[in-house]
């Protein structure tokens, strides 16, 4: 008779965005606390950043070392396991994810290549920035889809005003001027922390620039008006504090190429710009595209049915941003917000434990608690819809900038609990008082 103990169920989780790092963390202190399952993270990065965040870092209010969070730390602490890689290739009939070999950052081996097997996959991946094939977007344009990009414009920032202050020439036509590409929250955010962040910097002993003469932020939006997904009171409300910050606000201007200095519009103006950011649509990873035969739509998305399984394999589920989530009574899927790939997550947790004691899946219903844009220092504005209101709500000013902040509160509470939220949150509130008010290196 044999005796031994049955294998916990393999749960493999690929993506350690906002979604699949709540859903490790959960079924980790859930499943894995107990050895009901063995919970496996994979992410191609050694940290995470929560995504919405990243326009702070490239423009310098805030130090990314103070918000990252150690992957191997958090597996330790909540009863899962982490693997660095990245993800190219499904086997659906063994039941195996293929993981790329990783190299350090002299380009020299660090793990080979390996396959890990699952019971139970989910695919967390998020969304990339989508160029759309514009000429020269990738060679001279700075995506915000990681920390190493948004650190990366942010160095380039300080070395181009350190530079600028030093020649004894006069500036050149496209020197100190940032064209940001998209209108939507990403560029609307970044547009008015760099007008508040560069007047800082400047302060720091840059005597020779004057930051309202030489510094000039455009953002360039196809559409009709900035926001343009939102609703048109909050655009509105956007755009004339913009013009105020004194931001050019190109609006129905597509663009047909970005050079080396400066973006080319169809109408055949050129934009000049030291520094540009690519800010416009979103897609999934390239390598979603027929994934092991999976249903994929045109933004490479995985398709999946209310219970966030993947239509062709019940085995297969997907969240956050590269899932192609329905919304019923409504055109178009589930938006990709942070708050989207939360309320997945809590229900996949969910799920996934019934799964394992057999019993059927719930659907995932999205609630919709409206939207909210920071604009830095000057201002946040947003709409609260739903459950909360029984309709939708304009707000701005401190009550909305204290939602934006909850928001991400509410991602750490998911990760870390209240206690350690609390405290971590009080610490920085003192140490901040004594640290420069922009990042300077």
Request: charged share 20%; aromatic share 6%; net charge positive.
């Amino acid at each position: 008779m044999n005796t031994q103990p049955a294998s916990p169920h393999r749960i493999v989780i690929v993506g350690g965005g906002a979604g699949g790092l709540e859903l490790a963390t959960r079924l980790g202190d859930r499943l894995g606390r107990r050895g009901r399952a063995q919970i496996t993270l994979v992410d191609r990065s050694r940290i995470h950043l929560w995504k919405p965040l990243l326009h702070e870092v490239a423009a310098g209010s805030m130090d990314v070392d103070r918000h990252m969070l150690d992957y191997l730390a958090q597996a330790r602490w909540h009863h899962f396991r982490f693997q660095l890689g990245t993800m190219d290739g499904l086997d659906r009939a063994r039941r195996v994810v293929r993981i790329a070999p990783t190299h350090d950052a002299e380009g020299r081996l660090l793990i080979g290549g390996r396959e890990l097997s699952y019971d139970a996959l989910v695919i967390a991946t998020g969304s990339r920035t989508n160029d759309f094939g514009t000429p020269g977007a990738k060679e001279h344009a700075i995506s915000l889809d990681t920390a190493a990009q948004a650190e990366r414009f942010h160095d380039r920032l300080i070395s181009a005003c350190i530079r600028a202050n030093a020649q004894a020439g006069p500036l050149r036509p496209e020197q100190l001027h940032v064209a940001i590409i998209g209108a939507g929250a990403t560029g609307v955010e970044l547009a008015a922390e760099l007008h508040h962040t560069t007047r800082e910097l400047v302060a720091y002993g840059l005597e020779k620039i004057d930051p309202g003469r030489d510094i000039r932020i455009t953002l360039i939006e196809a559409g009709p008006r900035v926001l343009p997904a939102l609703p048109e009171r909050l655009s509105t409300s956007t755009g004339k504090l913009l013009t105020s910050l004194d931001v050019q606000v190109l609006t129905g201007a597509r663009v047909t190429a970005v050079e080396a200095d400066g973006v080319q519009l169809a109408d055949g103006r050129k934009i000049p710009a030291e520094l540009t950011v690519w800010a416009a649509g979103i897609k999934a990873a390239d390598f979603l595209k027929d994934l092991a035969g999976l249903e994929t739509n045109r933004l490479n998305q995985l398709v999946v049915t209310p219970a966030l399984q993947t239509t062709r394999d019940p085995d297969v589920f997907a969240l956050g941003d590269c899932a192609a989530c329905p919304w019923p009574g409504r055109e178009h899927n589930v938006p990709p917000r942070a708050q989207a790939a939360h309320q997945q997550a809590t229900r996949m947790a969910g799920n996934l434990e019934r799964r394992l004691a057999g019993r059927p899946l719930r659907p995932f219903v999205y609630r919709d608690f409206g939207s909210l844009v920071s604009l830095g220092q000057y201002s946040t504005v947003g709409s609260l819809m739903g459950a909360l209101i029984g309709g939708s709500l304009f707000i701005e000013g401190l009550f909305a900038r204290f939602m934006y902040v909850s928001l991400y509160r509410m991602h750490l509470h998911a990760l870390h609990g209240f206690a350690k939220v609390f405290f971590d949150s009080l610490a920085r509130m003192i140490t901040r008082r004594t640290e420069p008010r922009v990042k300077l290196h």
